[in-house]
């Protein structure tokens, strides 16, 4: 079992920046790849991001591409997604999740945090 759980969301004004925090714990070794999704009212839950545990290249939608990055802390089992330009349609409950390796789909990722809402006022 790997347990996962989300920080860092908030009420921001467009162009702002927030980090958002994922911490990791149990069998944190057999699920390589970090994502992270977001899930607006209404709307399916979207990629984001992803990051593997063994190297520090992430992969990004062509949505946040430029505006979001991501890293880790190995030693602290916890992946960081930083924000930055934000813009009013981001605003979502924002999702990580740990998976056996690197993908854009949700349904490819086994555990799953509880989610942390951003809203970006215009």
């Known amino acids: 079992q790997v347990q996962l759980v989300e920080s860092g969301g908030g009420l921001v004004q467009a162009g702002g920046s927030l980090r958002l925090s994922c911490a990791a714990s149990?069998?944190?070794?057999?699920?390589?790849?970090m994502g992270w999704f977001r899930q607006a009212p209404g709307k399916e839950r979207e990629f984001v991001g992803v990051?593997?545990?063994?190297?520090?290249?992430?992969a990004f939608a062509g949505s946040v591409k430029g505006r979001f990055t991501m890293s880790k802390d190995n030693a602290k089992n916890t992946v960081y997604l930083q924000m930055n330009s934000l813009k009013p349609e981001d605003t979502a409950v924002y999702y990580c999740?740990?998976?056996?390796?690197?993908?854009?789909?949700?349904?490819?990722?086994?555990?799953w945090g509880q989610g942390t809402q951003v809203t970006v006022s215009s």
């Open positions: 999740a740990a998976g056996r390796s690197r993908s854009n789909f949700a349904q490819h990722y086994n555990y």
């Open positions: 149990g069998r944190t070794f057999s699920n390589s790849a």
């Open positions: 990051i593997s545990w063994s190297d520090i290249s992430a």
